[in-house]
């Protein structure tokens, strides 16, 4: 998971994904050809925006794996139960904790883990990603 102290664009979205295919996706999936990405609908991961998908396009060139998004319609991001789930507990984790820094968060987030074997790994990303052409 990244945090990061620039707005939430589709450059700084494709980036996490970037970082997650280097740190994680490629070692532990490495004769992966494709890769599923499942969004909601809106922000800057949404259907229409221009920005997600040159980004997923440059980051498919050069990784050299295909790259399909599916999109949750509009309303039903609460569907993706990885996420649903993930949050649960990394909500959990902070309650009553005063988020007065990125680090503070980072540290609260990769502190989350569960009796099931739920591990987060979280970084600050801390680029500058302009919000560019929608």
């Not at 990405?37 to 998908?53: C, H, P, Q, V």
């Amino acid at each position: 998971m990244s945090v990061g102290d620039s707005g939430d664009t589709a450059a700084f979205a494709v980036e996490t994904i970037r970082r997650w295919w280097d740190l994680v996706g490629s070692h532990a999936y490495p004769d992966a050809k494709r890769l599923l990405i499942t969004a909601d609908a809106g922000g800057s991961n949404g259907y229409r925006i221009r920005l997600w998908k040159l980004e997923l396009a440059k980051l498919a060139r050069q990784t050299g794996i295909e790259i399909t998004v599916c999109h949750f319609p509009p309303g039903t991001s609460k569907w993706n139960k990885v996420e649903h789930r993930l949050w649960s507990h990394v909500s959990m984790n902070w309650k009553g904790r005063p988020l007065v820094s990125h680090q503070v968060i980072v540290d609260l987030i990769a502190a989350t883990t569960t009796r099931t074997g739920l591990k987060v790994n979280a970084g600050l990303d801390q680029s500058y990603y302009p919000a560019g052409p929608r």
